[in-house]
């Protein structure tokens, strides 16, 4: 398996403008989550999917932020319009919610997306 | 407000020695405790986790867990260059949602 594929790598966008990051889980996994990492705030939760359905989303920030799943390989998470105080380095990860126990969710990473808003 | 704290480091030690990477919780029912370790530019990988009070081992690694002192650590024997990173604790809490809470993360630096 691939692993967790996110698009683009990297995105540099102007203030005002709309932004979508991509991520296509790993085969079988049931749960979707989306990170957000800077230097100040470290790995903070955005928001979960579980089975296509948004579970938690308490983690955006505020409206201009929103998530979709359609199914179960694709996942969205748009900015609308974007600012510069958005910039940071966007993870996606999936886990098999239950796998050897629960105990054990161990969550698998993408590559992330370094997105500047200037 | 579930937290997970660790020192932000850096924390520089000879290649050789023992590296003690700590981290401590807040909610006392957590049930699931993760070490990822992310190098400079890249995603978090899962080097270990630990559920049960005492030590874990593997390999180099030995993770220990002390759930009535609320506190998790790494210890990294035989510490190479290669091993210098950022490490990111995970916890997943009480509450049935079993989404991983995670600290800030502490960087270590081993200097030949």
């Known amino acids: 398996d691939a692993g967790v594929i996110q698009s683009p790598r990297h995105e540099v966008t102007e203030m005002g403008q709309e932004v979508t990051l991509r991520c296509k889980p790993i085969s079988g996994h049931n749960s979707l989550f989306w990170y957000r990492q800077t230097m100040m705030r470290g790995l903070e939760l955005l928001i979960y999917?579980?089975?296509?359905?948004?579970?938690?989303d308490s983690g955006m920030p505020e409206d201009r932020f929103s998530a979709k799943m359609p199914n179960a390989s694709f996942s969205t998470l748009k900015i609308q319009p974007s600012e510069p105080r958005d910039s940071a380095v966007y993870f996606c990860?999936?886990?098999?919610?239950?796998?050897?126990?629960?105990?054990?969710?161990?969550?698998?990473f993408g590559q992330g997306t370094r997105l500047t808003v200037v | 407000q579930k937290e997970v704290e660790q020192n932000s480091g850096p924390l520089s030690v000879p290649e050789g020695a023992i590296a003690s990477l700590n981290c401590t919780y807040s909610?006392?029912?957590?049930?699931?405790f993760f070490w990822y370790r992310q190098y400079s530019g890249k995603s978090p990988e899962l080097i270990m986790f630990?559920?049960?009070?005492g030590d874990k081992e593997d390999g180099r690694f030995t993770a220990q867990l002390n759930k009535a002192s609320q506190y998790v650590s790494l210890l990294i024997r035989d510490s190479q260059p290669s091993d210098s990173a950022t490490y990111l604790c995970?916890?997943?809490?009480?509450?049935?949602?079993?989404?991983?809470?995670f600290g800030r993360g502490t960087s270590l630096i081993v200097h030949p």
């Open positions: 999917f579980n089975n296509n359905v948004p579970i938690d």
């Open positions: 995970a916890v997943i809490s009480s509450g049935g949602s079993y989404i991983p809470t």
């Open positions: 630990i559920y049960s009070n």
């Open positions: 909610d006392r029912g957590s049930q699931s």
């Open positions: 990860a999936s886990t098999i919610w239950g796998s050897r126990g629960r105990l054990n969710t161990e969550a698998f």
